[in-house]
């Protein structure tokens, strides 16, 4: 097995790639329409059938699905097998309206199992390695997806799920635990009371994270791998596509999709339109092997850039950018768009003297959109004085100013009072 999981389909050429591609998708097309009436009319409203898909290319003139079309067909809409062939049925996390549903039967396990074998090996994974799982254990995806993929390979898995920090250092300290399963925020309140517990993570065992389910920055990634003394992969994915296995880190630390599973394209969010590789658009996926719940042209919402180059790793399986975050995350203020990830790679400069903790409060006044981002300051700064902390704040605001170009105030809060996650950050609070 050597360096690769799968060394056929993480090395296949471009050309054999786009044959199996091409196969893959009339199927998908053709499955769909003939098993969802969801995508019976809205191919029929479009007037294109499957047998039009001739090439790859073709794609484009399909439909595309939205989250509103999975919540409108809530629950069973989207399913395209009797409940006999179901094996499992997982749920998103999203708070409003229905949730998102997925549907697996036992083969589309696993092939989920073995994306996340795949990506797991290529971050260094090893079946002598013994991995906690932080990731919530239950609807969600990430704590069985993680849980799978480890399996497979052959790990010893402890199957902690989130909280009860306390716990995962302990566990991780008796057991030697030498790779973590979390969110990159959880991570980081792990790091912070394991440091409160006069516990160094350094010294631990531990050598290799595996983050994901929320947008994190590359500032962020160095300041989990200096206070944990590891590695910290990534990856990337969705409930509606399967949960995480979409795309993962290799040793370069470029996102790699597993495209023999799941076929991507770029658009425009606003004109809908397709985008050449090496443009920053929407993140649109198309499912090729799934049997349960068919995907054609998902609008992920997320915000990335695909790009085809050789990677140093060998594998030449399509490579996206980190999300910059998602477009309905997007902040319009002032009429300037602008992303949390932004904000935070510019909070990050500033580690040596606060705390990778942060809420952004959006107020609206009169027709004014007023902004503030709490920053947390580390216990030096906090005993430094009132002072120091309003020179820092002058400095992180007109960093921000430089960068982003709007105003946006800074206010230095007292240490550990921002909220810490087990799961998703919440970064936003927008009460406009
Ligand atoms: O978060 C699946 C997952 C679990 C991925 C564990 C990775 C690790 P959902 O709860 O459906 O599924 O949320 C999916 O989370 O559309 C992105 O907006 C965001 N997301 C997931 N991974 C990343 C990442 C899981 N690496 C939504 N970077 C996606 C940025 C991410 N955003």
């Given at each position: ?93 999203g708070t409003t ?187 649109v996926l198309t ?144 009460e406009r």
């Amino acid at each position: 097995m050597g360096d690769y999981w799968d060394e056929r389909w993480e090395t296949l050429e471009l050309e054999e790639m786009e044959k199996f591609q091409l196969l893959r998708l009339k199927e998908q097309v053709k499955w769909a329409y003939e098993k969802i009436p969801f995508y019976k009319h809205s191919f029929d409203a479009k007037g294109v059938k499957p047998a039009d898909l001739e090439s790859l290319e073709d794609i484009k003139n399909f439909p595309f699905t939205l989250k509103t079309d999975l919540r409108y067909n809530y629950p069973f809409g989207f399913c395209s097998v009797s409940m006999d062939e179901v094996a499992r049925i997982h749920v998103s996390s999203g708070t409003t309206g229905k949730p998102i549903i997925s549907f697996y039967t036992k083969e589309d396990i696993d092939q989920w199992t073995e994306c996340m074998a795949r990506g797991l090996w290529a971050q260094g994974i090893r079946p002598n390695d013994i991995v906690q799982n932080t990731y919530s254990m239950g609807l969600f995806t990430g704590g069985l997806g993680f849980h799978q993929g480890s399996e497979r390979i052959g790990c010893a898995v402890i199957p902690a799920s989130a909280g009860i920090t306390e716990r995962q250092i302990m566990l991780m300290e008796d057991f030697g635990a030498t790779v973590l399963f979390s969110t990159p925020t959880y991570a980081l309140t792990i790091a912070e009371r394991a440091e409160k517990l006069g516990k160094d993570i350094r010294k631990f065992p531990l050598k290799i994270g595996c983050f994901g389910a929320e947008p994190w920055t590359v500032s962020m990634r160095k300041e989990i791998e200096q206070r944990m003394g590891i590695k910290a992969h990534e990856h990337y994915g969705l409930t509606e596509l399967m949960g995480p296995g979409v795309s993962f880190s290799c040793e370069d630390y470029k996102l790699h999709i597993n495209e023999d599973h799941i076929y991507p394209e770029i658009i425009d969010p606003v004109t809908e339109k397709p985008l050449p590789l090496g443009s920053q658009g929407e993140l649109v996926l198309t499912a090729l092997q799934r049997k349960a719940m068919p995907l054609i042209r998902y609008r992920t919402r997320d915000i990335t850039t695909l790009r085809r180059e050789e990677c140093s790793c060998g594998r030449r399986l399509i490579m996206m950018d980190k999300v910059l975050g998602r477009s309905d995350d997007m902040l319009i203020v002032k009429g300037v768009n602008i992303f949390p990830s932004q904000i935070e790679d510019i909070i990050m400069s500033f580690s040596d003297m606060i705390e990778p903790h942060y809420l952004i409060h959006l107020k609206r006044k009169g027709y004014m959109d007023i902004i503030t981002v709490d920053c947390e300051a580390k216990i030096d700064l906090f005993n430094a004085g009132k002072e120091k902390i309003k020179e820092l704040e002058k400095s992180i605001s007109n960093r921000l100013f430089e960068t982003i170009g709007i105003d946006i105030p800074i206010r230095i809060v007292e240490p550990e009072s921002i909220i810490r996650s087990e799961g998703k950050a919440k970064r936003v609070i927008d009460e406009r």
